[in-house]
């Protein structure tokens, strides 16, 4: 089996997205889904690739924003981990805060950790990793690490927000610290990729 990883930097806040892809099976999985756009699709359809679903890091605006244009265009379905339900309902806060356009609800079915997930011939372990949010998760796909806004090079995701917690950072950078060997690659929400080696020292 070999496994295919494609950024694609989108809107509102230059946004990774990640296509993760068996590259044997021609099956994929869309990590976060933040532009409602045709870009990412046409590069699945390109590389005959099927892709099967969507999974969410986090629940912030700008991680989800694509969502309904994905359902209603391509009938995909969109998942995230149920402790931020809360935050999707208030999925305009932060929009009107930075003077975006209000959307609809993004229409999100939600898992708990019990929940299984696989891309081909690969499992995706769910990491629980609050502290940015309260529902906020990484994803583990054959030793690559999806890290949402949990983990990002140099740094970590802001913990000042309404649904933040700093404590619960730091505890979940231990978790994946203590998990994961250093060679581990890292794929953050935002910006360039990174290791958890480069990152070890940050607490």
């Excluded at 208030?90 to 997930?117: A, C, G």
């Excluded at 890290?147 to 927000?161: A, E, H, K, P, Y």
């Excluded at 950078?173 to 794929?187: C, E, G, N, Q, W």
């Amino acid at each position: 089996m070999s496994l295919l990883v494609k950024q694609f930097i989108k809107p509102p806040l230059r946004n990774n997205n990640y296509i993760v892809a068996d590259d044997e099976k021609k099956t994929a999985v869309l990590i976060d889904c933040s532009s409602p756009d045709d870009e990412i699709m046409n590069w699945v359809k390109k590389n005959n690739l099927k892709l099967e679903y969507i999974l969410i890091t986090h629940a912030h605006f700008d991680h989800i924003l694509g969502v309904n244009y994905y359902l209603n265009k391509y009938g995909l379905k969109a998942f995230c981990y149920e402790k931020d339900a809360a935050l999707v309902e208030r999925v305009n806060e932060y929009i009107n805060m930075l003077h975006f356009q209000e959307v609809e609800q993004p229409q999100l079915n939600f898992f708990d950790l019990t929940s299984k997930f696989k891309v081909g011939g690969y499992p995706i372990e769910i990491i629980e990793t609050p502290g940015h949010t309260m529902g906020g998760v990484c994803y583990l796909i054959d030793k690559n690490l999806f890290s949402g806004d949990t983990l990002f090079q140099g740094t970590c995701g802001r913990t000042d927000l309404r649904e933040s917690d700093e404590n619960a950072m730091r505890e979940s950078l231990s978790k994946l610290f203590k998990k994961l060997p250093d060679a581990t690659p890292v794929y953050p929400g935002h910006g360039a990729p990174t290791t958890i080696g480069q990152e070890r020292n940050l607490y």
